[in-house]
């Protein structure tokens, strides 16, 4: 059955990639335990994507207590689960078509931070329909996530997602907001509550793993220009790690396609002071009798 401007096959493919995501998702938590590495979980997931999907729709993102995006690990990274919140968000593609969701995983005993997330995200579900408007469900988020005591990450937001474009319109913010859009048949939407005890701010660190080609133009050096034509058959513009690229003659021409403008690098971003942060996120189809959880 077509929901409003997407046809079966592209519904069909939306489906596929949040079935193979809830799969996948629910066997990385599993793993995340004291003294597991991040990496052996990063690798874990993107291997079972590969295998059960097209592809991965960005890298996993495994972020740890104060980070809130774009973590993931690098190559030979060895860090281990200790006592800490950490938030696996993890994306899925078919044909392009893509599925995003994340979960928190509490080894810090912050319980009720992790709930306050999923609370909101339940709560902003709730409203969503043909017609509801963007910024009334970022109200809902903010007031769910203000009763349990903490803030909203009010600078990262919810957002659509298209055929090879894991960040369109519309944005579905963490607060309230007059401005807005309201919701339409068809529309494919991530929503995701980031709540902290902290003062609801993230600013970019100094690690980056993660790119996405941004500017498609020709290099000159041939090392470069091959990696760039790998990035555009296989990644186009969707997000891609730069361990899943052999050897450190790769990570200079990535540098240097930085340095040039083609590719854009995402550096983790963290709450500002240091505090907390916990995730809930699930991708859905707007529909005319309200909408289609994709992702659970």
Known sequence: MSIGPLDDETVEKYREAGEVLR???????????PGVTHLEVAEHAEA??????????????ISINEEASHASPG??????????????????????????????????????????????????LDMVEAGAHTGKIGAEIEDVIRGYGYTP???????????????TDPTIPNRGAERGVELEVGDVVAIEPFATDGTGKVTEGSKNEIYS????RSVRDRMS?????????????????????????????IRRLEQQGILRGYPVLKEEDGAM??????????TEDGYENLTR
């Open 277 to 286: 942060v916990g995730q809930a996120e699930d991708t859905i189809i707007v």
């Open 225 to 253: 220009r091959k990696l760039l034509d790998e990035v555009r058959e296989e990644y186009k513009l969707l997000p891609f790690a730069a361990r899943w690229f052999e050897g450190g003659r790769s990570e200079m021409a």
């Open 153 to 167: 990450v009010l600078n990262l937001s919810g957002h659509g997602v298209e055929q090879w474009d894991a960040h």
């Open 23 to 33: 799969t996948v998702l629910d066997e990385s938590a599993e793993m995340v335990e």
């Open 75 to 124: 190559r030979d990274d060895d860090t281990v689960f200790g006592e800490d919140m950490v938030c696996l968000d993890v994306g899925v593609h078919v044909d392009g078509y893509i599925a995003d969701s994340a979960v928190t995983v509490d080894l810090s005993g912050n319980d009720e931070l992790v709930e306050s997330a999923e609370e909101a995200l339940d709560a902003a």
């Open 213 to 216: 080609l941004v500017n498609d």
């Open 48 to 61: 079972r994507i590969r295998e059960l999907a097209d592809g991965c729709a960005f890298p996993v993102n």
